[in-house]
Nanobody, 112 residues
């Protein structure tokens, strides 16, 4: 059974940082491109970032480019998202995804 478990969300002031983690099990993590997506009330899922199987290639949505960094540890079957210079518009539930599968999400709230 594929399991994806996000953590690391919370409340942070604008300009602050958070590091999200996604621990995985039930599949060969190193064989899959992994992604972070986010969702806010009233909006659909928004792709945030992707990373290739070995971690050599990363892509970002324009809205987070230069502020967020996606990474992975294939030995630990874990995906990360380092988020810096957070803005109120980054407030959302963040999910890691393997294809169409995702975890329960972690809430990120950026507010003063």
């Amino acid at each position: 059974e594929v399991q994806l478990m996000e953590s690391g969300g919370g409340l942070v002031a604008p300009g602050g940082s958070l590091r999200l983690s996604c621990t995985t099990s039930g599949f060969t993590f190193s064989s899959y491109t992994m992604r972070w997506v986010r969702q806010t009330p009233g909006k659909g899922l928004e792709w945030v970032a992707s990373i290739s199987t070995a971690g050599g290639t990363a892509d970002y949505a324009d809205s987070v480019k230069g502020r967020f960094t996606i990474s992975r540890d294939n030995a630990e079957n874990t995906l990360y998202l380092q988020m810096n210079n957070l803005k109120p518009e980054d407030t959302a539930v963040y999910y890691c995804t393997k294809g169409n599968e995702r975890g329960q999400g972690t809430q990120v709230t950026v507010s003063s």
